[in-house]
């Protein structure tokens, strides 16, 4: 027996799983699914707001508080200079055929070994630790 059933969202009892039903011709399933009504409903949340000024005011109180702006300003334009460098670098060998894939399999299998020499045990992960550590006292000088 076939019937014609409105729009409407029910639940399994048995599977607990969603049965959304069209205008199309369904199966009665009798004792065995609860219907259930779905009514959407709006709600206001407030979302918090950024606040340009206060932003604008710590990096001009950060600005102030460097000594040599001239070192930072050169820094900031070399890292300019090499982010593009590097994008037309990528974009370049990108473009040579099967260098991309060539490339992928490179890093797949460096990541592969880094994972195997560096994170799989314990002893090897305390290492690694041990030389980033050892490392930023070099780059920030407190060694």
Do not use: H
Request: aromatic share 8%.
């Amino acid at each position: 027996m076939m019937l014609a059933a409105k729009p409407s969202v029910s639940i399994c009892k048995v599977t607990g799983r969603r049965l959304v039903s069209g205008t199309r011709a369904v199966r009665p399933t009798v004792g065995r699914c609860q219907r259930l009504v779905v009514r959407a409903e709006e709600t206001t949340t407030s979302t918090p707001s950024f606040d340009s000024e206060k932003v604008l005011k710590d990096l001009q109180e950060k600005w102030d508080a460097v000594e040599n702006k001239g070192a930072v300003a050169a820094y900031a334009a070399g890292t300019v200079v090499a982010l593009w460098l590097s994008s037309t670098i990528v974009n370049a060998i990108n473009a040579v055929p099967l260098l991309p894939k060539f490339m992928e399999l490179v890093g797949l299998g460096y990541s592969a070994w880094f994972t195997y020499r560096y994170l799989l045990f314990k002893s090897s992960r305390e290492e690694l630790l041990k030389d980033i550590g050892d490392l930023s006292k070099k780059i920030s000088g407190s060694e």
